[in-house]
């Protein structure tokens, strides 16, 4: 992974960067001796278990949390099993997302949010959201860079149902790009509608310029 990152025009650090993994590492951190169940490929296992034992899943009932994230390499129903059942004996239920459906080049795919709900349902127990829309996550994002003023906290991306739903929930500035599920949900009344809409992130410098100008 390169060390640097450069979006448009702006130059930042992978420290800079705020993650769904690092609001959950960040709880973790705060449970001294936590024993977690996760639910994700293995990229973020190896994240999750520098901040707490990593149980398995013949462990599950010992588990004090279950992570559930992108899990698309990994999940079975022997995994939903586990976390069902840590979940029924009182492990806290985290979802770094609880996105619906995501767009590939090969066609839409059922996404976190629907193995969330699959447990919550289950468990009847609901889950504590990570990473959007969680007004929480946009808030831990904004004081991980040093909180920003009033009016000046921006957040764009194509969903309305996760993106602009989590920018308003925040009175934060939300811009849509005509990408990815903009097209399904363009004539969706019920949905919550963007501040600004453009047609790509290339867009977007030019439309801050003009915001703060």
């Known amino acids: ?42 990229p973020v296992r190896d994240e999750l278990a520098r ?32 976390a069902f059942r840590a979940v029924r004996a009182g492990a806290e239920l985290m979802a770094l997302q609880r996105g619906r459906y995501y767009r590939a080049a090969d066609g839409d795919h059922v996404d976190t949010g629907a193995i969330v709900a699959a447990v919550e349902y289950a468990a009847e127990r609901p889950a504590r959201v990570l990473g959007k829309p969680s007004r929480d996550f946009l808030r831990l994002a904004d004081q991980s860079a040093g909180g920003a003023a009033a009016g000046r906290l921006w957040v764009v991306g194509d969903d309305r149902t996760t993106d602009i739903e989590m920018a308003n929930a925040a009175d934060a500035i939300s811009v849509q790009v005509r990408t990815g599920k903009y097209a399904d949900q363009r004539d969706n009344d019920a949905l919550a509608r963007a501040a600004h809409v453009i047609d790509s992130v290339a867009d977007l410098p030019e439309l801050i310029s003009r915001r703060l100008s």
Do not use: W
């Open 51 to 82: 901040h707490g034992r990593l149980v398995s899943l013949d462990e599950a009932r010992s588990a004090s949390h279950v992570v559930i994230g992108d899990c698309r390499q990994t999940l079975s129903y022997r995994h939903l099993d586990a």
């Open 1 to 42: 992974m390169e060390s640097q990152t450069v979006l448009l025009d702006l130059d930042g650090t992978l420290g800079e960067l705020f993650t769904p993994v690092t609001a959950a590492q960040r709880v973790l951190a705060a449970a001294p001796g936590c024993r977690v169940l996760v639910l994700a490929d293995e």
